[in-house]
T-cell receptor, first 113, second 113 residues
Framework: GDSVTQMEGPVTLSEEAFLTINCTYT??????LFWYVQYPGEGLQLLLK?????DKGSNKGFEATYRKETTSFHLEKGSVQVSDSAVYFCALRRDTGRRALTFGSGTRLQVQP | DVKVTQSSRYLVKRTGEKVFLECVQD?????MFWYRQDPGLGLRLIYF???????EKGDIPEGYSVSREKKERFSLILESASTNQTSMYLCASRIDSPLEKLFFGSGTQLSVL
């Protein structure tokens, strides 16, 4: 079945450091890929998405590139802020069949001033 | 902005009780979902619904049922609560377009004693 694997957290960085959160997936066909973010005490919200190979999703300084050859969708940001502290979830949706998203286990990011 | 409201933020129940978790969305979305969120496991899909009175099992439906009598409301039912159902429950909704984003509620933290 479909699955999403994320690096374990927590990831602790200093402000202005470079961020990478790894995400790899297993799915048949050509899934769409997503990053969702959950700030403390809030519901998950979409951060960015990519729908086909080599697409780059971007939002709020975060970027992720859909790499079909490595089945990866790593999240990056050049300079993190304290306000980026949150839990980040990678997710996929198959191109056929089930309408629901399959999520990874989440990676907690803590940014220290 | 879309609002997804879950009826309780925290809930404490006893083993064997029947538990109802309610979710209401205000944007006429066709699709609604119930996930549970557990540390290290991420979000796992319990049930989803793509129309009134329509439902499909997700990855972990055992011990749960759902009801969707009206488009805006999607209820999750624990027929006989057990301690292994202690978890954060997240409701989400989306228009009937698979690449559109999910809107999540803030979650219900259920403790079964």
């Amino acid at each position: 079945g479909d699955s999403v694997t994320q690096m374990e957290g927590p990831v602790t960085l200093s402000e202005e450091a470079f961020l990478t959160i790894n995400c790899t997936y297993t799915a048949t066909g050509y899934p769409s890929l997503f990053w969702y973010v959950q700030y403390p005490g809030e519901g998950l919200q979409l951060l960015l998405k990519a729908t086909k190979a080599d697409d780059k999703g971007s939002n709020k300084g975060f970027e992720a590139t859909y790499r079909k050859e490595t089945t990866s969708f790593h999240l990056e940001k050049g300079s993190v802020q304290v306000s980026d502290s949150a839990v980040y979830f990678c997710a996929l949706r198959r191109d056929t069949g089930r309408r629901a998203l399959t999520f990874g286990s989440g990676t907690r990011l803590q940014v220290q001033p | 902005d879309v609002k997804v409201t879950q009826s309780s933020r925290y809930l404490v129940k006893r083993t064997g009780e029947k538990v109802f978790l309610e979710c209401v969305q205000d944007m006429d979305h066709e699709n609604m979902f119930w996930y549970r969120q557990d540390p290290g496991l991420g979000l796992r899909l319990i049930y989803f619904s793509y129309d009134v009175k329509m439902k499909e099992k997700g990855d972990i439906p055992e011990g749960y049922s759902v009801s969707r009598e009206k488009k805006e409301r999607f209820s999750l039912i624990l027929e006989s609560a057990s301690t292994n159902q202690t978890s954060m429950y997240l409701c989400a909704s989306r228009i009937d377009s698979p690449l559109e984003k999910l809107f999540f509620g803030s979650g219900t933290q259920l403790s079964v004693l």
